[in-house]
């Protein structure tokens, strides 16, 4: 019975089902989106690790294109390598090989106050930065870059804001023309209730008959 029942229910609610459709599609999505990131953490992992052990360098350069490959972010990566890092040791993860992981956690550090800047920026910082601490020890000397580092971020978060900003009055539009449309569709086929009662009615009499 619910195969003639279903129809003017499904039409009478058709706006409401349709985006509560929606948001399941929407949850479901998200919820597998936060699984591929594990997964393709754990293969950046699983990558260094083969590397490392068997004999091959991994910089911090292959870190950030590993990560980029996967759609991971370099606070991701970073993270990946500490996880990686963290492990106990075994037949695979001995010493030496921890001692390499730790040397690349130290450099991928190093990068971490300028992880929210461009690569081609962060890249040539880290190098500045670098070449600042080899060629002084006074403190504040070292510290030269701070400032122009604080500027560059504070630019870099300006223009994510607006980025964010765009996407959301552009989110916001789509679903107010899918609203109209749905609530335009809802009113131009929902059934009157007196249609509805009918419908219902020969439901039921047809599933009676079918009962004898």
Sequence with gaps: MLDVLLPPLVTATGGAAVVAALFTVGSYLLRDRGKDKSDE????????????????????????????????????????????????LSDVITAEVLQTVGSLLGELEMQQPYETLPAE??????????LVRAETRDEE??????????????????????RRQAAH????????????????????????????????????????????
């Excluded at 701070?146 to 994510?160: D, F, R």
């Excluded at 916001?172 to 009157?192: C, E, Q, R």
């Design 121 to 130: 920026v962060r890249q040539s910082l880290v190098r500045l930065n670098k």
């Design 169 to 212: 009055v552009i989110a916001a539009y789509v679903i107010g023309v899918a609203s109209v449309i749905l609530g335009g569709t809802a009113l131009l086929y929902t059934p009157s209730p007196a249609e509805l009662a009918n419908h219902i009615v020969d439901a039921l009499q047809i599933a009676s008959r079918s009962d004898e």
């Design 41 to 88: 953490s754990r293969q950046l992992r699983d990558l260094i690790l083969n590397r490392i052990v068997h004999g091959v360098p991994v910089s911090r350069s292959d870190v950030s294109r590993f990560a980029s490959a996967r759609g991971l972010s370099s606070s991701e990566a970073h993270d990946a390598v500490e996880r990686l890092y963290s492990e106990e």
């Design 141 to 162: 000397d070292r510290q030269v870059l701070t400032p122009i580092v604080s500027t560059l971020t504070n630019y870099a978060g300006l223009e994510k804001q607006k």
